[in-house]
């Protein structure tokens, strides 16, 4: 059985792990408030249109609303974070494009050449890049820093700025088919940071986008919606970057022996507690940039910052900040229905319903990035708009 043959049974049995096994202690995420909801309901009821005639925008105010704790949610200074990390996996040739392009988008996102820049600044949202562990050492960035204006004169909502951190776990994880990604330590380590970024460099975000970098990426994702859904692995693994349908085959055996090679393969059921099994799910299928997107998430909802999950990889890190603490889920809010099929699985294990499907299959939260206009768009209406009392308009 040669150890390149994804399809041979793996000859490893669940790994012990080596380092002592640390405490995950999420913060504590506040209850969605009613009060503030049913205020927000009141308002809709008074303003300027037939009731129930911004349809879904006005259950968005509502629920932002009840959220935020804030009647008049404004959801100011949105943000998209994009964690980046490599994957050994790749060397079993999963994606269409090599390990180095990860590194290379770090720079494009950092000078804002990527698509979810240009989205964001439509927008008029702020982008963090965080490197959580890009494979080689840390990337130096010139030219990353603020955008050039405040205020764009092409109609866009102004140029955001762009900061680019390090939150470094490791240089890429191990391949996932022989063994675990990384230890108990890095899962936790890379969790404990996306909590920290979101309530330190995010802390003034009123919405977060969810993104992320790392070739290889929907392998791992499609690992872990497999062990935390119980799904198929042939159901949730799709062609990323673009693989033709025999790579896919090969990457579904990949995913199936991942699975095998790290005890992950009998289903999703829990014998322990919530929290500690999640993170053993992300020790062993998961990434440092996944994790990362999870701890952000957390923090977010800790800080009552709603999120926004963009595809599957992204999704794949709301269902593990979701198995990590439950109480998370309000907070996770849908964008777009991506192509990537486990994508369907993760937002209907989540209760998630799209808000539009535009056939996006890229990740860096560019559907999510997207959908913050319609969020702010939402908030500002039932803000902004003038009761018929104010407007002198009789009913
Ligand atoms: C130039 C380029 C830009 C990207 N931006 C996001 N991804 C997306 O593709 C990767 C996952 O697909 P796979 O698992 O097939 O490697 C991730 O980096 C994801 O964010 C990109 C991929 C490429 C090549
Ligand atoms: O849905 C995603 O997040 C996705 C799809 C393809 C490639 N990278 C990411």
Not at 110 to 136: N, R, Y
């Amino acid at each position: 059985m040669s150890d390149d043959d994804p399809v041979a049974s793996p000859d490893v049995s669940p790994p012990p792990d080596p380092s002592p096994a640390p405490d995950v202690s999420p913060p504590p995420i506040p209850d969605f408030d009613a009060d503030a909801a049913d205020a927000a309901r009141d308002r809709q009821a008074e303003l300027t249109k037939p009731p129930g005639s911004l349809g879904r925008l006005e259950d968005l105010a509502v629920a932002l609303a009840g959220l935020t704790g804030d009647p008049r949610p404004t959801l100011a200074d949105p943000a998209v974070v994009v964690a980046a990390a490599d994957h050994g996996v790749v060397d079993r040739g999963v994606s269409a494009y090599p390990q180095r392009v990860t590194r290379a988008m770090l720079r494009n996102f950092a000078t804002g050449g990527a698509a979810v820049s240009a989205i964001a600044e439509v927008v008029g949202a702020d982008t963090l890049v965080v490197d959580a562990g890009v494979a080689g050492p840390p990337v130096e960035i010139d030219g990353a820093g603020d955008g050039t204006a405040d205020e764009a004169t092409d109609g866009t909502a102004g140029v955001g700025a762009i900061e680019v951190v390090d939150e470094r776990i490791g240089s890429g994880t191990d391949d996932i088919a022989t063994g675990p990604a990384m230890s108990r330590s890095e899962a936790v380590a890379a969790l404990s940071a996306g909590v920290r970024t979101a309530r330190t460099r995010l802390a003034d975000a009123g919405i977060v986008a969810l993104g992320e970098m790392g070739i290889g990426n929907t392998t791992i994702a499609a690992a872990l919606t497999a062990a935390l859904t119980g799904a198929d692995p042939d159901r949730v693994t799709g062609p990323g970057t673009g693989v033709d349908e025999e790579t896919r085959a090969h990457k579904v055996a990949v995913v199936e022996r991942a699975l095998a090679a790290n005890g992950l393969d009998g289903g999703s059921g829990s014998d322990g507690d919530e929290a500690a099994d999640a993170v053993e799910v992300l020790r062993r299928v998961g990434g440092y940039e996944v994790g990362l997107l999870a701890g952000v998430a957390l923090g977010c909802a800790a800080d009552r910052t709603p999120v926004v999950v963009d595809g599957a990889v992204s999704g794949a890190a709301a269902l593990v900040a979701d198995a990590v603490a439950g109480d998370v889920r309000p907070y996770l809010l849908p964008s777009h229905s991506g192509a990537e099929p486990g994508h369907a699985v993760q937002l209907d294990a989540l209760d998630l319903e799209p808000l539009f499907d535009h056939d996006l299959r890229l990740g860096e939260g560019s559907g999510a990035a997207l959908a913050l206009s319609t969020y702010r768009a939402a908030c500002r209406s039932h803000d902004r708009m003038a009761t018929f009392a104010e407007a002198g308009i009789e009913r």
